[in-house]
């Protein structure tokens, strides 16, 4: 592994030698990136911001309330 090159190391948090940032390309890691920025700025102007930081997460209900 000595000369392996990730964009992002990501140790496993149940084989702690286990790298799962061995998988993640380009597209991914843009991804990763727009969800961390997104993340800091609902923690930074929201006081409660868990229910903010999970919406995108949230299935649909029943009535259609809900998110994707």
Do not use: W
Not at 9 to 14: K, N, Q
Not at 29 to 42: D, G, K, N, Q, T
Not at 49 to 66: S, T
């Amino acid at each position: 592994m000595g000369n392996d090159r990730h964009l992002i190391c990501i140790e496993d948090p149940f084989e702690t030698s286990h790298d799962l940032g061995r998988v993640v390309d380009k597209f991914s890691i843009r991804v990763l990136r727009e969800e961390f920025e997104r993340a800091a700025r609902i923690m930074h102007q929201d006081p409660n911001p868990c229910a903010k930081l999970l919406e995108p997460y949230i299935p649909e209900d029943n009535n259609g309330q809900g998110h994707n």
